[in-house]
């Protein structure tokens, strides 16, 4: 089970969510936050230290006013990583997690051991379109996420209480801080994706229309020896639609990479 | 009391139909909608109409900015502020207003105003706004940083007016090196500023601050909504900064319609008046209040507000019902404004006296009717017959 924790770095005030033994894991929460019930992330507490952030501005953490965009984020994960002594770490990050562990890894892959990047944001291929996350309506929003099951009971989650709605919005506002312009990308991004040598793997839902599959395939070509998993049965948020086969793509990987 | 004739400029031809097929007027309308002749017609035929106002007698013609939509045709206010600049000659010309945040470059409208300024004498009235939610996805704007954007530009624009130059801007989302304006503005030591909206504490205690004392002006409201922000303002500057405020400071903005007979108004305006608040005015609250616009306590609050009104079409009977706007015989309009000037005492009143699809007849016809029986009683009113808020407390 995951606790929560707070910690302080630098003066922002960070809310984790940790649990489970063995190699620390950070998992990186993408544009929707973390809701109450993360099986996907709860799973992989079986194999790892897992360590899940409420980013700044998501959740529970503080809003830091020097933290506006991408580049800030990553340089303050960093300071985190020195905060709680981490190093040798996997690093999973779905959508804007995604996209904030490519930038982590072209600053250093020092403190990484591996990296898997699930229905990751970040990059920008010219002439595929990908659906607007934020114009669209709620009943919209819900058909992008999510392939099938789960978008219901997913979204009355945040209903549950006035906390959890405020919450909902506060995640909203958060991700439009990081990646509202030019919209879920740095459109440099690619020419520095050389710098990652660490295993890499990258996980897609079939049916993501936020982040279609073409962009794990461009991933794929421009991360040296990345390896890549296509999953069925779901869209955008693969790691709650398919806790358990995001769980085992994980783990196996990580246990293939350390052979 | 000053009177403005204020002017959205709508796509009046738009095919209604588009509402089948498309959730918004805004943002998603296709543009293959706009026929550039009739564009010609429209911008040309609006300007008379400001015009003819400015002949008539009104003190002031304003005109403001919204992008890629059909409800108004001004993303740049400014080209229509400078079109009326040559063609009037004593009418103040009032922008309300001009998203200054929404620009990398606020500096660019800084200069473009003053120009304005320079060329009518000193007729320039400039608002300031952050641009509805709309325009955020419109122009590409981050709006979690629109407050802060708002204010930062406001400061750059205000320093720029009337700091001599050169001097460096060091903000934290504005940097230059070299602000340094030719041509600085007529007026000293700035044109007047007004801070239009449709409701919003933080606005209001911005614009009423002592060193600014600008002028609040309420649109599009509910008339309870009316009453509780124009007093929040003179409130706000007695008990938080311990000045009375100037009737001078508050306006009220709001469409009208003038006929014979009450019957005669509401049947011209009505489908005119439905088409601009349940067409042109479609906005998903996704569009309105994108996420990061509105403050969380805001939002919140917008948000219960808007679940106890979703789905509600409006009629002509509800919106003059609720007092969003003024429509009826010349005795009914002057009495409703004349009421309302004694409880509340605002000194700046604009009419919004083309809406939607109103046609040109219509509208000449409401412009004349209002400037000659409506206009001469309100134009004499002063803070005399604002009974303060000692007659609120007694009704």
């Given at each position: 089970m995951l606790q929560h924790t707070e910690i302080d770095v630098r003066g922002c005030k960070l809310n984790l969510h940790r649990g489970g033994h063995g190699e620390p894991l950070l998992f990186l929460h993408g544009a929707q936050g973390l809701s109450d019930h993360e099986p996907g992330i709860e799973a992989l507490t079986a194999n790892f230290d897992v360590i899940a952030p409420d980013h700044p501005g998501f959740g529970k953490s503080d809003q830091c006013a020097a933290i506006d965009d991408i580049n800030d984020l990553a340089l303050f994960y960093l300071d985190l990583l020195d905060a709680l002594e981490l190093d040798q770490l996997h690093i999973v990050g779905q959508c804007i997690g995604g996209w904030l562990a490519l930038e982590i890894a072209i600053r250093t892959t020092a403190p990484i051991k591996s990296l898997v990047l699930v229905n990751?944001?970040?990059l920008r291929i010219k002439g595929v379109p990908r659906a607007d996350m934020f114009v669209c309506s709620e009943a919209d929003l819900l058909k992008l996420l999510f392939a099938a099951e789960g978008a219901a009971e997913w979204l009355a989650s945040w209903r549950a209480s006035p906390d959890l709605e405020d919450i909902y919005d506060r995640n909203r506002a958060a991700a439009a801080r990081y990646s509202w312009s030019p919209r879920l990308c740095n459109p440099k991004l690619e020419h520095w994706l050389?710098?990652?040598?660490v295993p890499t793997h990258i996980i897609w839902g079939?049916?993501?229309?936020?982040?279609?599959p073409a962009y794990a395939a461009a991933l794929k070509d421009r991360i040296a020896g990345a390896t890549m998993a296509t999953l069925p049965d779901c869209a955008h948020m693969l790691h709650i639609e398919q806790p358990q086969a995001f769980a085992s793509e994980v783990s196996q990987f990580i246990r293939r990479a350390a052979r | 009391m000053k009177i403005f004739i204020f002017h959205l400029m709508p796509y009046s031809d738009l095919d209604m139909s588009y509402a089948d097929k498309y959730r918004a007027a805004w943002v998603v309308l296709p543009n293959s909608y706009f026929d550039p002749k009739k564009g010609h017609e429209l911008y040309n035929r609006y300007l008379d109409e400001l015009e003819l106002a400015a002949e008539l007698g009104f003190d002031g013609i304003s005109v403001n900015e919204h992008h890629q939509n059909a409800y108004g045709l001004m993303p740049s206010p400014v080209v229509m502020a400078a079109a009326l600049s040559r063609r009037t000659r004593n009418a103040r010309i009032a922008i309300l207003g001009n998203a200054f945040c929404l620009r990398e470059h606020p500096l660019t409208l800084a200069e473009e105003h003053a120009m304005i300024d320079c060329i009518t004498g000193g007729r320039l009235i400039s608002g300031m706004v952050r641009g509805i939610g709309a325009e955020y996805y419109s122009l590409g704007a981050n709006p979690a940083f629109s407050h802060a954007r708002f204010q930062e530009a406001h400061d750059l624009v205000v320093q720029a007016w009337t700091r001599p130059g050169p001097f460096a801007f060091e903000g934290e989302h504005y940097h230059f090196e070299y602000v340094n304006l030719w041509p600085r503005p007529y007026q000293q030591p700035h044109p007047p500023i007004w801070a239009p909206s449709t409701g919003s504490t933080e606005t209001i205690e911005w614009a009423a601050h002592p060193s600014r004392r600008y002028v609040y002006l309420q649109a599009y409201s509910p008339a309870q909504s009316v009453v509780r922000y124009l007093n929040y303002y003179r409130e706000c500057a007695r008990r938080m900064y311990g000045y009375t405020a100037s009737s001078d400071q508050i306006g009220w903005s709001t469409p009208v319609y003038v006929a014979d007979t009450d019957e005669k108004a509401r049947q011209e305006a009505k489908p005119h008046i439905e088409c601009l608040f349940n067409r042109l005015l479609r906005l998903p609250f996704e569009m309105l209040f994108p996420p990061g616009y509105l403050s969380a306590k805001s939002l919140k609050n917008m948000r219960s507000h808007k679940r106890s009104v979703s789905g509600q079409e409006h009629t002509i009977d509800t919106l003059i019902e609720q007092g969003i706007i003024v429509c009826g015989s010349p005795d009914t309009v002057r009495k409703q404004f004349m009421d309302a000037h004694r409880l509340l005492g605002f000194q700046n009143l604009l009419c919004l006296l083309q809406f939607a699809t109103l046609p040109r007849d219509l509208t000449e016809k409401n412009i004349r009717l209002f400037a000659s029986e409506i206009m001469p009683a309100l134009q004499?009113?002063?803070?005399?017959?604002y009974g303060g808020m000692a007659v609120q407390a007694a009704e």
């Open positions: 990751s944001a970040g050389h710098r990652i040598d079939e049916q993501d229309r936020v982040i279609p | 004499g009113l002063t803070d005399k017959e």
